[in-house]
């Protein structure tokens, strides 16, 4: 199914809302933990998002692909910018693969030793 997304990203932060009405201090927690590593001022806004859309990815999380995404392009990440980041990710998400399938392997070893 293909997602509309900027409808989606409207009706994700419209639950969110209500959400935070009925339990704002979880809301005002997780926005205090998005806003801490801005304070330090090492990474630019648009590293950060980048970041964040690998990570979106990874945990595949459509409502941080919809937030992120408007994020990053508002903070000028290019479309070949984005495309490198998820690049990053695929290569991760990869090499963990791989690092797990060692350890199913070892697993192996170790029930049959």
Same mark, same amino acid.
């Given at each position: 199914?293909?997602?509309?997304?900027?409808?989606?990203?409207?009706?994700?932060?419209?639950?969110?809302?209500?959400?935070?009405?009925?339990?704002?201090?979880?809301?005002?927690?997780?926005?205090?933990?998005?806003? =801490?590593?801005? $304070?330090? &001022?090492?990474?630019?806004?648009?590293?950060? #998002?980048?970041?964040?859309? *690998?990570? @979106? %990815?990874?945990?595949?999380?459509?409502?941080?692909?919809?937030?992120?995404?408007? =994020?990053?392009? $508002?903070? &000028?990440?290019?479309?070949?910018?984005?495309? #490198?980041?998820?690049?990053? *990710?695929? @290569? %991760?998400?990869?090499?963990?693969?791989?690092?797990?399938?060692?350890?199913?392997?070892?697993?192996?070893?170790?029930?049959?030793?």
């Amino acid at each position: 199914m293909m997602l509309e997304w900027n409808d989606y990203q409207k009706q994700l932060l419209a639950t969110i809302g209500e959400i935070a009405t009925l339990s704002p201090d979880t809301v005002r927690g997780y926005a205090t933990l998005g806003q =801490a590593g801005t $304070k330090t &001022g090492r990474l630019d806004t648009k590293t950060r #998002e980048l970041i964040a859309l *690998a990570v @979106a %990815v990874s945990l595949r999380c459509d409502g941080c692909i919809t937030t992120h995404t408007s =994020a990053a392009i $508002k903070a &000028g990440a290019s479309k070949e910018e984005i495309t #490198e980041a998820l690049g990053v *990710a695929i @290569a %991760v998400n990869a090499g963990a693969a791989l690092v797990y399938s060692a350890r199913v392997m070892d697993a192996f070893t170790a029930k049959t030793a």
